[in-house]
């Protein structure tokens, strides 16, 4: 059992890096409402994945909560398969804000 939550959490954190790095990619390639969205997207990201770095579990869950709005933002403004990296960020960001993140 505890294999299968490692490897879960492998891919978890591979495909949210993978979601921060076009959030990324689309700051720098758009304009307008799509770079704002991706900006605070990243953000956010950022700020959730530096409260968990440093132990503040409390903090995260509390900045998890914006940071599934604003992944529903980017999640509204994306077209075709791209709406996919949103929704690894608000899966992400649900998983904190629920507390179903344990540091050991």
């Given amino acids: 059992m505890m294999t299968i939550l490692i490897i879960a959490g ?17 700051i720098l390639l758009l ?6 969205a991706h900006a ?3 953000i956010m990201t950022l700020i959730v994945m530096a409260a968990l770095m ?3 579990v409390p903090i995260a869950r509390i900045a998890a909560i914006p940071m599934l709005l604003v992944a529903s933002w980017c ?13 690894l960020l608000q899966i992400f960001a649900a998983i904190v804000a629920l507390g179903f ?4």
Avoid: D, H, K, N
Wanted: proline letters at 2%; hydrophobic letters at 50%.
């Fill in 10 to 26: 492998l891919f978890a954190g591979i495909g949210v890096f993978i979601a921060t790095a076009y959030s990324l990619s689309q």
């Fill in 31 to 36: 304009e307008g409402r799509g770079r704002m």
């Fill in 40 to 42: 605070a997207c990243l």
């Fill in 54 to 56: 440093e132990r503040q």
């Fill in 75 to 87: 999640f509204a403004i994306e077209r075709g398969w791209f709406r996919v990296f949103p929704i």
């Fill in 101 to 104: 993140v344990v540091l050991t």
